[in-house]
């Protein structure tokens, strides 16, 4: 298979012929079950969350940001969007999976869907979901003229959602869901050398995981499942413990050095802080309506969350565990990144295809992604559900 990159005009065409594959493809990988509940009940508002979001949409010139690049895995959609963060500027698509169509040149078959994206260096790993695959792309090679860059497509478990470079660069870590249709699902966790880009390690795992963090010595891996927080042995790459306490979990984050690691409970609209030494519950913080994505910044000062079902971003202080502002996104917010300084944070809105960019420091809108077109259903298969960003520009930009 090729990555294949695709304009603006011919994805838009395109994305309609494959918005009913790729959509019951992204219904059968998303991990925990209460994403299904986020898609059903957000599906008859769609179209008003989508206009809400477009009725404050800025334009691309007054997007002012940080020269870098952001990457957005487009979970309908085998691949991802590559946008400049100077000025919200959606550069290229590009996906795998992507044949022709027997007999029709002007459309494609979009066979798969990306859940997670992660980036180490240049190099971009992004799980190609229904076809089972991890596939790598070096940065540095993509460009709007060529529609074949080079790429690498690596064979693991059924369904991987997430994925992790570990702190030394040295592997990634890749959570398998399995096809959640019972509890013996074979789900479990698969470790990628960077240096061979092979599967060098594989381990069962019941739960459906969903994400996967490092602690910051990379000693432990914590892995958000639907039965709990499993925590790994990284040397020995096996299963120490299984924290419980709470409900499902569905994402999880470790503080800077190493003293709490936080964990959202969207069964019972919370964040749960844990001890990194004890792996004992020290706090739970009441969040808004079906918390999905934590992300804590690198002074370890903030704790943003996602509260999907809320159309917000709660805001909190991590010293004293309070919401101290909300952050109001509508279209579903479901992913979150941060721009390499901290002062923009980038929210996914997975409803409405757009990214909303937020000044961290004052919480005023500063920037908007539209992923998909303008024309009506434009939006079908441009679900983000990962964002990672660097400093270094994508090609194009």
Known sequence: MTLRNLSAGARRVSRRTAATIAAGAAVVVIAGGSAIAVAESHHGSQTAAHSAARSARLTSTSCHGPAGAAYVADAGFDGFTAVNTANCQAIQTYNVGDTQVPDDPGDLNFSSTNEGVVLHGSTLYFADTGNSTVAIINTKVLDPKNFTPAEKLIKVGLFPQDLAVTPNGKQVWVAETGPQTSASAPSAISVISTATDKVIARMKLTGQPSDIAFSSSGAQAYVATMKGLAVFNTRTMSQTTLVRGFGSTRTVAPGPGGKNVYVTDPTRNQLVVLSASTLKIIRTIHTGELPWQVLVSRTG??????????????????????????????????????????????????????????????????????????????????EPTGIVLTRTPTAGS
């Not at 991590?318 to 923009?344: C, H, I, Q, W």
């Not at 409803?351 to 024309?375: F, K, M, P, W």
Request: charged fraction near 15%; charge should be negative; hydrophobic fraction near 35%.
């Open 301 to 382: 000062e903030t704790i943003y969350v996602t509260d999907t079902n809320s159309n917000a971003v709660s805001v909190i202080n991590a010293s004293t565990g309070k919401v101290t502002r909300t952050f109001s996104v509508n279209g579903t917010p479901d992913t979150l990144g941060l721009t390499p300084d901290g002062r923009e944070l980038w929210v996914g809105q997975n409803a409405a295809a757009e990214v909303t960019v937020i000044n961290t420091a004052t919480g005023a809108r500063v920037g908007t992604v539209n992923l998909g077109g303008t024309e009506p259903q434009s939006a079908d298969g441009f």
